[in-house]
């Protein structure tokens, strides 16, 4: 099995940038495609950016131009570069591993953006 956690997040103001991590540890080889989920307050989990195993990724309309997703496999860790955040931008984060067919997750960190 897999463990996820996350790190990074934080209060910051409108138009500020933010870089989450995701360290992956146990049975990391057979870990396919990882990806960052969201849940703002009140609201259901949802699908950001997710990036495969051989780096290709895709992205919720609403992100697109401004984060960036990435993955560093040596360090069994993946990114999300977040900039020009907007206060609808706040939520939970979750990191999320595909692992062999089944879904392993972090605790989640906070982000909040202030107007």
């Known amino acids: 099995q897999v463990q996820l956690v996350e790190s990074g997040g934080g209060l910051v103001q409108a138009g500020g940038s933010l870089r989450l991590s995701c360290a992956a540890s146990?049975?990391?080889?057979?870990?396919?495609?990882m990806g960052w989920y969201r849940q703002p307050p009140g609201k259901r989990r949802e699908l950001v950016a997710r990036i495969t195993s051989n780096g290709l990724t895709n992205y919720i309309d609403s992100v697109k131009g401004r984060w960036t997703i990435s993955r560093d496999n040596a360090k069994n860790t993946v990114y999300l570069q977040m900039n020009g955040l907007k206060p609808e931008d706040t939520a939970v984060y979750y990191c999320?591993?595909?692992?062999?067919?089944?879904?392993?997750w972090g605790q989640g960190t906070q982000v909040t953006v202030s107007s």
């Open positions: 146990g049975h990391v080889a057979s870990i396919d495609a």
């Open positions: 999320n591993a595909d692992w062999l067919g089944y879904d392993f």
